[in-house]
């Protein structure tokens, strides 16, 4: 062989090692811009996953004041209730014969009170 083949051949081994190291370095920025957008998607995600969590604690604390809501209503029912009966039997000791039940009265309201709730 004689000295430019050698030469051609080294040059194409130098060109050949010239590619790979500039698909490399494409590769390496490549993979840094990915990087970037996973930390920003991450990063996204844990803001949701920290909204998310505040609105769970929220709806915890909604339903607990509507267990609340519907054991005072509860009560107020059984309070009707029971002045219903106070009331009907104060009635049937006097002389008035058109009785109305109280809870009746107020059943309507009752129901779109707990509807509301």
Known sequence: ???????????????NACGQINTYENKIVD??????RKINII?????ELKNNKEALE??????NN?????NKLNQVITDTDNADDC????VKLSD????????NAFEEEISKTKSNL
Not at 96 to 103: A, E, F
Request: aromatic share 14%; charged share 35%; net charge negative.
């Open 1 to 15: 062989m004689d000295y430019e083949e050698y030469y051609y051949n080294a040059k194409s081994r130098y060109e």
């Open 31 to 36: 993979y840094e811009s990915q990087k970037s």
């Open 43 to 47: 990063n996204e995600l844990k803001a």
């Open 58 to 63: 929220q709806v915890g604390k909604i339903i």
């Open 66 to 70: 509507k267990d609340e809501l519907d």
């Open 87 to 90: 009331y009907s039997s104060m």
């Open 96 to 103: 008035v014969t058109n009785v109305k039940k109280i809870s």
